[in-house]
């Protein structure tokens, strides 16, 4: 499987589909069948991405992740956000089940790209793959970049064009906020509502371990989100951490 397409797609989203029981109630108190609108974004659709069977499936990591201009927008945000704090984070490890060190593993990929023939048959599968998919000069470029940033302290400028500010704020929401106050939680709550993400807001309400501590009024702020009435089980990009 493509470790590299798993970090991207990884660092975008560690989700899991809380199926529904009708019997149990949840942090608010709500039945656990209960479910808020979750938007669909361009690179995340709550009602189609899960993680089963040792893969992602689902449109975003199937169509949207391997589309060379959206490589190019994810790599753009995350080197706003901070390859080195990426890096840092429990998410990178996860899916790493190659038995190299992460610097040996990208060194060997952009060493490999232009070899022929390749030796090993991880490489060579993976730079088919991506040859097949036609984003292989872009992961090259991405795979470069990380490495001169990443292990060689080299500055990198960023494309501000490229980047897609909803991704960024919900990673920073999600992983990075480095000063979580009152005012601070109250803003990214208000966020997630204005772009109808209403599920990751009441996570942020009930569900993070984060915001346990947070001088808010739960239960009024969970008035203004609205119930999903029409779809079942959606998987909200700030998940919960809680369980």
């Known amino acids: 499987m493509n470790k590299i397409a798993y970090i991207l797609i990884t660092l975008i989203i560690l989700i899991s589909c809380q199926p529904s029981n ?3 109630k949840n942090s608010a108190g709500l039945d656990m069948g209960t479910y808020y609108i979750e938007k669909k974004l361009s690179f995340f659709d709550p009602y189609e991405i899960t993680y089963a069977g040792g893969k992602f499936q689902g449109y975003t990591y199937e169509t949207w992740v391997r589309q060379p201009e959206n490589l190019s927008i994810i790599h753009e ?13 429990n998410w990178f490890g996860f899916f790493l089940d190659v038995n190299k060190p992460t610097k040996e593993l990208i060194d060997s990929l952009i060493i490999t790209h232009d070899s022929s023939p390749i030796n090993s048959k991880y490489y060579s599968e993976f730079w088919d793959r991506r040859m097949s998919e036609r984003n292989d000069s872009v992961v090259f470029e991405i795979l470069k970049e990380v490495s001169n940033t990443v292990y060689y302290d080299s500055v990198i400028n960023i494309d501000n064009s490229l980047v897609n500010d909803t991704l ?3 990673i920073n929401i999600r992983e990075y906020e480095d000063s979580l106050t009152d005012k601070k939680a109250i803003e990214n709550f208000n966020y997630l509502k204005s772009i109808e993400m209403h599920y990751s807001a009441y996570n942020l ?7 346990y501590d947070i001088n808010w009024n739960q239960e009024e702020l969970r008035q203004d989100l609205k119930i999903d009435t029409m779809n079942c089980c959606p998987s909200a ?4 951490d809680t369980k």
Request: charged share 35%; proline share 0%.
């Open 22 to 24: 009708d019997s149990q």
């Open 77 to 89: 945000t995350f080197k706003k956000v901070g390859y080195k704090r990426i890096f840092d984070s």
């Open 168 to 170: 960024y704020n919900l």
């Open 205 to 211: 309400l009930y569900e993070r371990y984060r915001y």
């Open 237 to 240: 990009f700030i998940e919960d």
